[in-house]
Nanobody
């Protein structure tokens, strides 16, 4: 089982920035890829960015504005943990959504709201 702690969401004006963070922990962890997805009102969930040892992918809709970074995993007293961050710049109203952190596209965080509005 993997536990998630997500943070960094909120409301911002168009053109603003937010940084989402997600820490996944478990024992064992065995995470290969970590991703951010989002789901806007009335829309299907879509992948925004993912990062794995072999590289990263960024959705065309956010390329040049979003970046994903993954910390090196570390051992803890109860297992292991790893963090991934999504830096979001030049935000647009169309970026408003609930953002979800995912590990191996199998385990999911609870989601965090991002609202971009004047």
């Amino acid at each position: 089982q993997v536990q998630f702690v997500e943070s960094g969401g909120g409301s911002v004006q168009p053109g603003g920035s937010l940084r989402l963070s997600c820490t996944a922990s478990g024992n064992p962890l065995n995470i290969f890829v970590m991703s951010w997805y989002r789901q806007g009102p009335g829309k299907e969930r879509e992948q925004v960015a993912s990062i794995a040892p072999g590289g990263m992918t960024i959705a065309e809709s956010v390329k040049g504005r979003f970046a994903i970074v993954r910390d090196n995993g570390e051992k803890t007293a109860t297992g292991e943990k790893v963090s991934v961050h999504l830096q979001m710049d030049d935000l647009r109203p169309s970026d408003s959504a609930v953002y979800f952190c995912s590990a191996n596209d199998k385990y999911w965080g609870q989601g965090i709201q991002v609202t971009v509005a004047s």
